[in-house]
DNA sequence: ACTGAAAATGTAACGGATTACATTTTACAA
DNA sequence: TTGTAAAATGTAATCCGTTACATTTTCAGT
């Protein structure tokens, strides 16, 4: 690969006004400026990142810590981000971090590191435990999609509990009165605000909460699945579920299907997240609906201004979200099964 | 962020010796080890990386160019190249190239710019334009899941062609003469292949092949959606339809289950790839299984390998498959609707 | 105590681009 | 033609860690 050196000595100048060439060309006179350009295109020179942003310090690259990207909202949420970064001129490196703290840790290094020069986070798992006290503090860092409540970095994030309470509103309104809530893993901040959301639902309409009602999941199909399974072996079972996302509820649809009930005439069912695939389950799934695309821009722009020093206090970006009603639910039915 | 020399100039030695107790600790006495240690401790010194990368010419970074990565099944090939490398000790630095030519180049551009040490290629929508003609023969670069049959780089891939042939077998051994095929996007080299294997299967069958069955897809939901409804506006209506991946068949299933028609008594339905949601569809769908994570170990490995200078041919790596019966095909309906 | 080899440590060049500052060239006015 | 300011270009320092080579220290053997 050539270097500006060897297109300095083929033009006959020097490397810095082959530098000027390319940044500034008003500064080099067009007879100059041409016999550069022409080294240029002789050599097929290409400026080496590596050392402009060795020099600058800059590395335009952030990271970004998702549990698995083998989640379809957590991969439109990176699609938005890639895009945000891709306009600003930034890449993204991809943290896999299996909700792994280590593996965690070893991202964030990236950035203490001066591999890049920012990071993103897409769920808490445990912030804190992956960095040292010291430089958490100054870490340039945004929180998108899970929060925690203490966390001191720029945030974007959904009104988890608002959201989920108007879900559960929505099942009252249809009549039910006993509702089931898949949860997603304990360890998230997300799951304990629509449980939250749940809750508050309920107590506004005077229904008692039991927790019999709970059921965990972790957002796996699987998990959905299994929990609809254990569901179906209790008495007094729910004629509504709701699970905190898409994947579980769609795993749950298939075991209450294979117990023979039919959705909604016996249980009804909603999701959460609004994947795709809920526009195409059988039947369409209930849900809510996050900009997740926006989720990305907006953590993406956070961060860069962050970066830019744009931004003094943390600033949390609530995203609005919509009640997607389809035919997974329906009105309760009049008798118990 | 301190440097090296503030650490050197802390523990009274040279800066050589601050890079020997970090790089070969056993070419330092105990005694000066211990100060340099102690003064790193201090300070929180950490390497500046992208000093170490730049002055050795090797980023440890991989491009991965993929058209989206809200697709489940590039999504686990990402995570199981993400866990190569991340043992080998490289980043992946993630391309999502919505299949846009120019975007394609905008990445390859970060090897040719010293920031990333190779390019995969997960989807070989036009690997040669993307890039200078001279450049490319030496590109460390390995293409993935799809590949060009002209292309010189190393491969690593599924016999497209034997699996459609497979699929198409066990559907014509149920009986189905009329299989209708939605397809990938023209542009995929996957597609063709799939098609002749498709073709192949009815030649040996003596079934002649009829190109009112084929039906244009993206590998979308919707796409499937809506190939199956042109499908049902169609006189003679296949038996069986055969998808190209999984999500377009899901999709598929909804518009024919949407027009009343039974799966798999009125038609059977077999997609590809084997992704999660097609063990929870309704019904659970055949289909083609894919070691999705180990494309994504061996595209790693095999581009390590390359970079290291292991690997003089460029090889082809061919994955097994593996058909998955579920309940989405049966025999073909005795009599025609 | 002295020699010599081995061990420990130091010095400085290097990688490629940028840029402050220095120098040369140009162009125009007097 | 000369002087001068402006424009063009060049020189060299800088970013930070690595490492070949140079130098100093240590220590066993005598």
Redesign the pocket.
Known sequence: ?????Q??DIA?????????T??QP????????ARVTSAIEQTG????????K????KTHSLVVLVPTIANLFFARVINGMQEAAAERGYSLLLGNTQGNPELEAEYVKLVQT?QADGVIQLRAHNPFASMNADAGALLPMVNACEVLESTAFPTVTLDNQRAAKSMTEYLLSLGHTRIGLIKGPNSSPLTQERLRGYQQALASANIPFDDALLFDGDFTLQSGFDAAKKMLTQPDRPTALFCENDETAIGAMQALKQAGLRIPDDVSVAGFDDIAFSGYADPPLTTIAQPAEEFGHTAVSLLVDVLNGKIKKAPRVIMPHELVVRDSTGPAPTTCI
Chains 1, 2 share one sequence.
Do not use: C, D, H, W
């Open positions: 690969m050539a270097t500006i050196r297109v300095a006959g100048v020097s490397v810095a006004t082959v530098s000027r390319l940044q008003e500064r080099v006179s067009p007879k100059t400026r020179y290409k400026p080496n990142l590596m050392a402009v060795f020099r600058s310090g001066s």
